[in-house]
Nanobody, 123 residues
Framework: QVQLVESGGGLVQAGNSLRLSCAAS????????MGWFRQAPGKEREFVAV????????AYADSVKGRFTISRENAKNTVYLQMNSLKPEDTGVYYC????????????????WGQGTQVTVSS
């Protein structure tokens, strides 16, 4: 079992930055790849970014590439999502999740999920 708790969301103006954190407990954090997903009102949950267990391999959705950076600190059991140049279309609830099944963007391949943190970007 893995427990995940996201933090760092909030209300920001377009063009500004936020850093999300996801703290994990309950299992060997370094054994999992970690992903971030988001869900906007009325839309399906979508992939944002993923990082492998060592932090050396990352992948991003095209919509956030060049603006968002995923990283992790295994010593702190924490994964981060640095979000720069935020846009109103980045608004949504952001979730972190774990997977042992590769680095894909499919949410059904992720096993444990946090409760999410709200990010709202105003224009």
């Amino acid at each position: 079992q893995v427990q995940l708790v996201e933090s760092g969301g909030g209300l920001v103006q377009a063009g500004n930055s936020l850093r999300l954190s996801c703290a994990a407990s309950g299992s060997t954090f370094s054994g999992y790849a970690m992903g971030w997903f988001r869900q906007a009102p009325g839309k399906e949950r979508e992939f944002v970014a993923v990082i492998n267990w060592s932090g050396q391999i990352t992948a991003y959705a095209d919509s956030v590439k060049g603006r968002f950076t995923i990283s992790r600190e295994n010593a702190k059991n924490t994964v981060y999502l640095q979000m720069n140049s935020l846009k109103p279309e980045d608004t949504g609830v952001y979730y972190c999740a774990t997977t042992v099944r590769g680095l894909g963007p499919v949410s059904s391949e992720y096993d444990y999920w946090g409760q999410g943190t709200q990010v709202t970007v105003s224009s």
